[in-house]
């Protein structure tokens, strides 16, 4: 446990916001980003899917690299070289260019998100550690919940380099305190490059890790067609689809609170019962998918169940190789893009196969498959319990 700081896990938390407002606040700005370096909506795609790509690719490996590392020293390199891309952003004029200075970043990415997550278990008991992880939590769900709104807003009321600025400013700020307020962080324990590749020798953490995707899967998969489905089934118009989409963000912020409470107290009920919750609420809203009402009741329930998913999908991973604290949080943020990846594609073929209904049906899908996968996952858990 290191030293109590009041400011830490705040700073951690607007950290992680920065990192993933980067990365996903460009999400509502694609057709912007099309008109403005003149290149077509799937090109202009590519600003959001190269990062995905790069930070599933980087995220077991520079966290492993950057392992031996003062903790604060590669936090500080990571921001400064987010700062550094958004800044080239606001001004270059060349697509390609721009591309690069997204994908430079998305090396960073994972080393400051898995220095966040360690920190902050670190920082707090070893019992209270879930609590601490998922008030970080709050930063990515902020980051994808209010950066996307947030850049659009920016982006439509003054410009596509507005929202760079808007990027480039959060990280300027997290850096500044950074580097006045968090104290030096070295690293206590320092393992070899081999210590840590020997986690991968352990069956519960590549179950850990399968477990984690399908999970992710069952969360974004649906999540990507979401504003698809309420248009074209619930048929509501884009106003009430971005409300809708704003309380399903907020109550996955409250999920992340709950999260950590749970999580301390009773971890292998809470991941195990949670698939089964995303079943039953994606079952209902098949069947009632054309009721606002209903719909907006689900949204709101399933909301606050994917934050906590979303932290029991790290904590899947991480308490499966607790020796290597940030290469099996590279580990996590790799199960969690592939499980996005897999879920989209997956979701999208029912829809290919069926309509737009039918992305609910890979979700439940996914659900029941993560369901089993973390039962099988607890009892080894418990297993290797028993023989300590």
């Not at 891309?85 to 721009?98: G, K, M, P």
């Not at 609910?360 to 300590?388: D, E, P, S, T």
Request: aromatic residues 12%; glycine residues 6%; contains cysteine.
């Amino acid at each position: 446990m290191m030293t109590q700081n009041k400011f830490l896990i705040p700073i951690l938390a607007l950290g992680v916001f920065g990192i993933l407002n980067t990365e996903m606040g460009v999400v509502g700005i694609i057709p912007i980003i099309a008109e403005r370096f003149q290149v077509s909506v799937p090109d202009a795609a590519w600003m959001v899917s190269l990062f995905a790509l790069v930070v599933a690719f980087s995220a077991p490996i520079t966290p492993l690299l950057f392992s031996k590392i003062n903790r604060k020293t590669a936090m500080v390199l990571a921001l400064s070289v987010f700062v550094l891309s958004n800044l080239v952003s606001i001004f270059v004029e060349s697509y390609a260019v721009q591309l690069i200075a997204r994908a430079v970043p998305a090396f960073f990415h994972p080393v400051y998100v898995t220095i966040a997550f360690t920190v902050a278990a670190m920082s707090v008991v070893k019992e209270e550690a879930p609590k601490a992880v998922s008030k970080v939590f709050v930063g990515v769900s902020a980051g994808m919940v209010l950066g996307v709104p947030m850049t659009s807003f920016i982006a439509d009321s003054l410009s596509f380099q507005a929202a760079m600025i808007f990027f480039a400013s959060v990280n300027i700020i997290v850096l500044f305190v950074t580097l006045k307020f968090v104290p030096s962080l070295p690293v206590a324990q320092n393992l070899t490059y081999g210590d840590q590749l020997n986690v991968l020798k352990k069956p519960i953490l590549w179950i850990s890790i399968l477990s984690a995707i399908l999970m992710n899967a069952v969360m974004f998969g649906f999540y990507s067609y979401l504003s698809d489905y309420l248009q074209s089934v619930t048929q509501v118009s884009f106003k009430i689809i971005s409300v809708l989409l704003f309380v399903y963000g907020m109550t996955n912020i409250l999920g992340n609170i709950l999260a950590g409470k749970m999580l301390a107290k009773t971890p292998q009920t809470t991941l195990k019962i949670i698939p089964l919750i995303l079943t039953a609420l994606y079952v209902e809203l098949f069947i009632s998918g054309e009721s606002l009402i209903v719909v907006a009741i689900i949204l709101f329930a399933l909301g606050m169940i994917v934050g906590i998913a979303n932290n029991g999908n790290q904590y899947l991973v991480s308490s499966a190789a607790p020796e290597a604290p940030e290469f099996a949080n590279g580990l996590f943020l790799t199960a969690a893009n592939l499980g996005t990846t897999l879920g989209t594609f997956i979701c999208g073929l029912f829809i290919a196969g069926w309509d737009n209904q039918a992305s609910v049906l890979g979700a439940i899908m996914f659900a029941l498959l993560g369901f089993v996968g973390i039962w099988i996952r607890n009892r080894v858990y418990q297993g290797m319990l028993v023989k300590v």
